[in-house]
């Protein structure tokens, strides 16, 4: 029960980062370049989407669990570390934050810049590429997580469900206000996804190399408490150095 | 056929980018602490440490390589300087 709310709670905030990412560029589109061609590019993207979904979710269910809980797990917790290790660099300072408004009027700008052509049934050729790739790009990263966390924990249609509940959630207030969310606490849901993806790729990793976690599924939030406290203890080591060289470049540039 | 190699080279590219990302050596270094794992679980010893003290160091030295390796991307990141 706990491993299935902290499964579903951990694709929801991941599908609510990944959403609030497409949305920015698809708004750029539309608000741009026009409807038409936007909404044939994120319908494209939704079916290949679809797709990929109907392709990968029955042959990752297919294998037998302790295989898939290695190979499955282990490329979650690469993954997962790619997120956290950004999320650690974006908190301490090193890396810029990820800011949705000044992404929406790059976007904006790039798409003011190209000339408006016919392009048949796709509409605007350019609003409907941009607005495909969004969707694909970002819509991957939510099926890579719907399917590995679905499949490992045995329960696709809950994580769909909670996939499905952030997606239409963050449609539903962008097509309500049509600005891009910037208000979404995005870097510290980046941070949290960062954290539960690394914990639960450990968890099922171990599990499927054979290893026995002590107190079995009541290890993992003690498992995921350990990486958020490993995680935060990154960021103050990190922005400890981060403040020293940002003094050491201030009184370097008031020398004559 | 060159066109196919292109095609071919640039969607092994994105996945590579994907799932490795930025540090290619932390994704080689949870594979080794993965077949560790493996390997000390088929003995008598307890295994599940090894994957989170492989994880913590291999995470703390990718972030240290991050910072120390391009110091002018470093503070380019911080245009409130």
């Known amino acids: ?256 | 056929m060159s066109r196919v190699a292109a095609a071919l080279r640039g969607f092994g590219a994105f996945w590579w980018d994907f799932v490795v990302g930025d540090d290619w050596l932390l994704a080689a270094g949870v594979v080794l602490a993965l077949a560790a794992t493996a390997a000390l679980s088929r003995t008598d010893l307890p295994s599940w440490w090894l994957l989170p003290v492989a994880v913590a160091g291999l995470l703390g030295a990718s972030l240290w390589r991050a910072v120390r390796l391009d110091p002018d991307r470093r503070l380019g990141a911080r245009p409130d300087l």
């Open chain 1, 1 to 256: 029960m706990t491993r299935d709310l902290l499964m579903a709670l951990a694709v929801f905030a991941a599908c609510v980062v990944e959403s609030v990412e497409a949305l920015t560029i698809v708004l750029a589109a539309g608000m741009t370049r026009g409807w038409s061609g936007t909404w044939r590019g994120v319908a494209a993207g939704m079916v290949t989407l679809l797709v990929i979904v109907a392709v990968f979710g029955p042959a990752l269910t297919a294998l037998p669990i302790d295989v898939l809980r290695l190979l499955v797990g282990g490329v979650l917790l690469i993954f997962g570390l790619g997120w956290l290790r950004k999320a650690i660099l974006r908190a301490s300072g090193f890396v810029g934050l990820h800011d949705e408004a000044a992404i929406y009027d790059r976007e904006r700008a790039a798409a003011g810049r190209v000339d408006a052509s016919a392009g048949g049934w796709l509409g605007d050729p350019y609003a409907f590429t941009l607005s495909f790739k969004g969707v694909l790009l970002e819509g991957l990263e939510v099926v890579f997580i719907v399917l590995t966390f679905g499949a490992n924990q045995d329960d696709i249609p809950l994580a769909a469900l909670a996939a499905l509940v952030a997606v239409l959630l963050v449609a539903g207030i962008g097509v309500a206000v049509r600005t891009p969310l910037a208000r979404v606490p995005e870097n510290t849901l980046k941070f949290a996804v960062g954290v539960l993806l690394t914990s639960f790729g450990m968890f099922w990793a171990v599990e499927g190399a054979g290893g026995d976690w002590p107190g079995s599924d009541g290890a993992l939030p003690a498992l995921i408490a350990a990486t958020l406290a490993g995680a935060l203890a990154a960021v103050a080591w990190l922005r400890r150095i981060c403040n020293h060289e940002v003094k050491a470049y201030a009184s370097a540039a008031e020398l004559p």
